[in-house]
Structure formats: C-alpha cells, structure tokens
C-alpha cells in the first residue's frame, strides 16, 4: 500500500498489543490489520495538509474497536486527549488500558450521547457502513454538532466501488445480508440498506450511498465544507473529509428530501 505521507515516526512508536477480542485482524493477513490502521493516519494527515490544520488538541475516534486506528492516533499525536467510544466496554477498556485514552460507552442512537467539549478532529471509520437511513441522518447531525469550530470530520461509506463489486458477484464482503435488494434499491435511491439476517431489530446491517446522495445531504449544513471524496481510499470504502467553518454558505437551497 502506498501512502501519502511519512510515517515512519509513528510506525516506530505504535503499541502493536491486539486484543484476543479484536475481530477484524485476519490470522492468514495479519499486516493486513496494520496497514489499515496505518492508511486511517494517512488519510488524517492529508486532511490536516488538506485543512491547513496541523494540531488536533482533542481527537474522538468512533467507534474505536479495539483501537485499529486509534493505536496509530496515539502514536503520532502523542500530545493528544483522545477518547475513545464504541458500543463495546471490552473493547473501550482495552483502549484505555493500551493507549491512554478517555473511554466513553457509545449508545445504539448517537442523539442520546453527549461530550463536554467539541472535538479538533473525529475519525469514523465503518460505522456509516451499517447503519440504516434515520440512523445515518443522525449520525451525521451528532457527529457535525461535536466537530469544534475549525475541526475536521472523517468518515467512510460504502460507494461505487462496493456495490460494483457486489453487482459482479463478489460474496465475501456482504455475505450475510440480501444483496439482490441491498443493490436494487443504491440503483433506485442512492441509499440502501439491509439488516443483517442475525439482527433480531433489523437496525443494524450493511448500508451504501451514492456521493451524490451524501453530497445532498451535507449541503444542508451551512457551517460545513467538503474539502475531499475519495472514492476506494481505506479498503473499498470511500472517505469524506469535513472542515467546519460558522457561517461559510449561506443556505441557498431547499432542503433536499432524505
């Protein structure tokens, strides 16, 4: 994998502990798990080139698993206070333990989670990726309002290239939910959802959008700027770079139907 950036400074200091718990390293790949850990920094770090904002004070990754990404925060932004919040306290005490973070237990519904302060920089990776479209619409409305003035916002969907390869077969990466209608209705709408067969809610499974859908529904936010899209950029997700200015549009435009 190529990187933008160097980083060899926070390579040399990561905290490679993995917990027995943490589900997403792949024995037959294990750099596999790194690497991607490594590319979320890399995409932090062209948002901050991007932004002009080179310090992030206070830093909030959500969800934060069993620190994927988080190890790499740490390591680079050692002066950092970061939190870290996922659904998981296994996985939220781990992080606290291994990398010296704030834990705070997330809630199935972000609008019922609360922070004291706004934060300098919210990396969210594969949390837009599951949710269905009122969850998604909060979600973003949450993870804006704690975005401090001047911060930044990352996160990542899946966009054309996942629905694409789902459209030509490929199993492995959806294999658990009703393709057939998760691509039937992206094509339709340009958000699909579908819960995964074991969820007993039916909330929580495999989402997609389209960039011209997130793009719809970020035009509603006057106070934010869509500095980047980037389309297969950590894995085959897409990743959307935020900057948060007061005031920087003015709302031009009808509120587009979600």
């Keep these: 994998m190529r990187y933008l950036n160097d980083l060899s400074f926070s390579r040399g200091r990561l905290n490679r502990t993995i917990s027995p718990r943490d589900s997403m390293r792949n024995p037959r790949y294990p750099e596999q798990y790194y690497d991607l850990g490594a590319r979320a920094l890399d995409l932090v770090l062209f948002a901050s080139q991007l932004c002009a904002k080179p310090h992030f004070p206070r830093i909030l990754d959500l969800p934060c698993g069993y620190g994927r990404v988080l190890r790499w925060l ?3 932004f050692d002066y950092a206070d970061i939190t870290a919040c996922d659904l998981d306290q296994a996985a939220i ?4 333990r291994e990398f010296q973070v704030n834990p705070v237990v997330s809630q199935p519904d972000l609008r019922r989670l609360e922070f004291a302060r706004p934060f300098d920089l919210i990396w969210v990776g594969s949390l837009f990726t ?4 009122e969850a998604w619409l909060a979600a973003l409305e949450c993870l804006i309002h704690w975005t401090a003035e001047d911060g930044i916002l990352v996160f990542s969907t899946h966009g054309r290239c996942f629905t694409s390869l789902l459209a030509r077969g490929r199993r492995d990466i959806a294999d658990d939910v009703d393709v057939r209608a998760l691509i039937a209705e992206y094509g339709a709408d340009g958000f699909s959802f579908q819960p995964y067969y074991a969820s007993s809610d039916g909330t929580y499974g ?7 859908w997130v793009h719809a ?10 500095r980047a899209h980037l389309e297969e ?5 897409d990743v959307y770079i935020l900057y948060k200015a007061a005031g920087y549009y003015e709302r031009l435009t009808p509120p587009h139907p979600s």
């Design 74 to 76: 740490r390591a680079h």
């Design 93 to 96: 005490d781990f992080c606290a």
């Design 130 to 133: 599951h949710l269905r479209r």
């Design 206 to 212: 495999v989402s997609a959008t389209s960039s011209s």
């Design 217 to 226: 529904q970020l035009a509603q936010y006057p106070d934010v700027i869509l």
């Design 233 to 237: 950029a950590w894995g085959l997700q």
